[in-house]
T-cell receptor, first 114, second 113 residues
Framework: SQQGEEDPQALSIQEGENATMNCSYKTSINNLQWYRQNSGRGLVHLILIRSNEREKHSGRLRVTLDTSKKSSSLLITASRAADTASYFCATDAGNSGGYQKVTFGTGTKLQVIP | EAQVTQNPRYLITVTGKKLTVTCSQNMNHEYMSWYRQDPGLGLRQIYYSMNVEVTDKGDVPEGYKVSRKEKRNFPLILESPSPNQTSLYFC????????????FGEGSRLTVL
């Protein structure tokens, strides 16, 4: 089952603009991660935010988490053409055995126009 | 170099012909997982493994088998492939301490005719 749902499904912006992607999920989580995927390639981990954190930064990335609304956002500032990719949120809800179960959303396809 | 290696990267096969997609990681990760990616559906988990000889079903396990006889390897087996298993497959691994960062292979694009 899909835990995370990203919004929008696709986003096209000019180079230099900021890009914001949102993720909503359904159940309580231990942490939420964002991944990037260049076309047809493997996913690459960007950033992880734990359930007790509200905001996290990494370079040009800013992630927020609102557990009361079960939502997260990924902001990419000063976008570059090289940021063109699909972005996925992934939630770790764990299970009864204490093991992590990471579930991915359907992704946001970002196009940055030079 | 830390990596997850999948083989083959591309494969065209016919219905019913058993195939195995191999996955190997060199990071001593306990956790390994297989996902399939289909347009509009994102990544869906097929099977995962918490350690050697410990495997469990993900969300879409039907038609697949896995084994974890060694820590570094986690092959995905399609005993009798069908066209609805045409997909892009990813293997991923991580430490299972809750840090959660998954390392992905480059993917295996499978076409079943």
């Amino acid at each position: 089952s899909q835990q995370g749902e990203e919004d929008p499904q696709a986003l096209s912006i000019q180079e230099g603009e900021n890009a914001t992607m949102n993720c909503s999920y359904k159940t309580s989580i231990n942490n939420l991660q964002w991944y990037r995927q260049n076309s047809g390639r493997g996913l690459v981990h960007l950033i992880l935010i734990r359930s007790n954190e509200r905001e996290k930064h990494s370079g040009r990335l800013r992630v927020t988490l609102d557990t009361s609304k079960k939502s997260s956002s990924l902001l990419i500032t000063a976008s570059r053409a090289a940021d063109t990719a699909s972005y996925f949120c992934a939630t770790d809800a764990g299970n009864s055995g204490g093991y992590q179960k990471v579930t991915f959303g359907t992704g946001t396809k970002l196009q940055v126009i030079p | 170099e830390a990596q997850v290696t999948q083989n083959p990267r591309y494969l065209i096969t016919v219905t019913g012909k058993k195939l195995t997609v191999t996955c190997s990681q060199n990071m001593n990760h306990e956790y390994m997982s297989w996902y399939r990616q289909d347009p509009g559906l994102g990544l869906r988990q097929i099977y995962y493994s918490m350690n050697v000889e410990v495997t469990d079903k993900g969300d879409v396990p039907e038609g697949y088998k896995v084994s974890r006889k060694e820590k570094r390897n986690f092959p995905l087996i399609l005993e009798s492939p069908s066209p609805n298993q045409t997909s892009l497959y990813f293997c991923a691994s991580s430490f299972w301490t809750g840090n959660g960062e998954l390392f992905f292979g480059e993917g295996s694009r499978l076409t079943v005719l």
